[in-house]
């Protein structure tokens, strides 16, 4: 059983599939719960991803870390309930370029930022620019995996990033092959409940 969440990591989504009930955790590794849940079991990554490494928990940019965390919740009485750990994930955001467009009557700025600042800029408790959100790592514990759990947390994290208003692009950090049939199979399914794709013919 894994242990209970840190206070300040809030829920991102309950899933309810048949008699289980899944949970997706949310939290920014500059907060000390969160890091200290990552120091534990970040000795997973070896050992699941090939060539994969640790974060560095002294990195002062932690705050560009989301760690995203799958639990099956467990009712043991009517008031309490246990938490299953099943994997996580960390997504970390890259600045994301936006060239400044023009017109030939007057400069339009494309982006959403400001171009008003005085250095040194403030270090911001969550991101505030225009970001490419990297999977970095992405594991699913093994007597978890083949049931369906992948997607289902996949998903969840993609759904939040694509209606991120900060997020232009949603990347992945060398993936493997299975990650890339997860990956192509779920993001088909999505494109296909999309109008615009469906209507989108080869000649």
Known sequence: NGAKKGGSTPILKTIQSGDQTFEIWKGSLADLAVQQMVKRIQILVPLFIEGGTFIDLEDPALDRWTVFFLYQKKTVELSKSSYLFMGYSTIYRYFYYQPLTTTPSKQRISHPATLDFTLPLPTPSEPTFSSR????????????????NGSRFYNAIFDYYLH??????ITVEDPNEQFDDLRDLNDLALLRTLPEFNALHIN
């Open 133 to 148: 959100s990297r999977i970095s790592q992405f594991v699913i514990l093994t007597p978890f995996q083949g049931g369906g």
């Open 164 to 169: 991120d208003p900060l997020t232009i692009e």
